[in-house]
T-cell receptor
Framework: DAGVTQSPTHLIKTRGQHVTLRCSPI?????VSWYQQVLGQGPQFIFQ???????GRGNFPDRFSARQFPNYSSELNVNALLLGDSALYLC???FGSGTNYGYTFGSGTRLTVV | EDQVTQSPEALRLQEGESSSLNCSYT??????LFWYRQDPGKGPEFLFT???AGEEKEKERLKATLTKKESFLHITAPKPEDSATYLC??????????????FGKGTLLTVNP
């Protein structure tokens, strides 16, 4: 079975640009979460979507938005990129929206803002 | 606010030298505590979930334990391939915390042959 797939794997953008990151969850998983991991830090929660509805949002500005599609894949959008947005963006999928099902992470998208 | 503190920040061991990593947490109510392993440039790889104090789980050379305030990841007779960053995360009960993992900064483990 395929794991969580994220695309692209690497991306370089200029300050002020917009970026879209994509995630396909494990087959049968209905929940997708997004995390930002800055070098040397643990992942920080951005969003969780379950059954196409936003269930949680972390402490990130409105420049960050996301959506989940009927096939449970998801997009993370970031507008007006700042240098500080450079990070590894991780997607995690789970069967349910809560704890008891476990969270499986993808390999991430490495975003560099120059 | 949920908080997770991991220590030490970095640990260097010789092959076969057992040790423990610590994860201290503060949450209003614990729904679950997670341990992940992360290799450079990769996403976190799930190791264990612990739900209540006194619970223990094992996998190969790794054993995770949980108390009401902290969790330990014990590594017995480590091998060089155990070198990685080990991340601890908590999920709390209630409100928006139901849907997120709060991670520590991780412990970078290096095992020398």
């Amino acid at each position: 079975d395929a794991g969580v797939t994220q695309s692209p794997t690497h991306l370089i953008k200029t300050r002020g640009q917009h970026v879209t990151l994509r995630c396909s969850p494990i087959s049968g998983h209905k929940s997708v979460s997004w995390y930002q991991q800055v070098l040397g830090q643990g992942p920080q929660f951005i969003f969780q979507y379950y059954e196409k509805e936003e269930r949680g949002r972390g402490n990130f500005p409105d420049r960050f938005s996301a959506r989940q599609f009927p096939n449970y894949s998801s997009e993370l959008n970031v507008n007006a990129l700042l240098l500080g947005d450079s990070a590894l963006y991780l997607c995690a999928s789970s069967f349910g929206s809560g704890t008891n099902y476990g969270y499986t992470f993808g390999s991430g998208t490495r975003l560099t803002v120059v | 606010e949920d908080q997770v503190t991991q220590s030490p920040e970095a640990l260097r061991l010789q092959e076969g030298e057992s040790s423990s990593l610590n994860c201290s947490y503060t949450v209003s109510g614990l729904r679950g505590l997670f341990w992940y392993r992360q290799d450079p440039g990769k996403g976190p790889e799930f190791l264990f979930t612990l739900y209540s104090a006194g619970e223990e789980k094992e996998k190969e050379r790794l054993k995770a334990t949980l108390t009401k305030k902290e969790s330990f990841l014990h590594i017995t007779a480590p091998k060089p391939e155990d070198s990685a960053t080990y991340l601890c995360a908590v999920q709390a009960v209630g409100g928006g915390s139901n849907y997120k993992l709060t991670f520590g900064k991780g412990t970078l483990l290096t095992v020398n042959p």
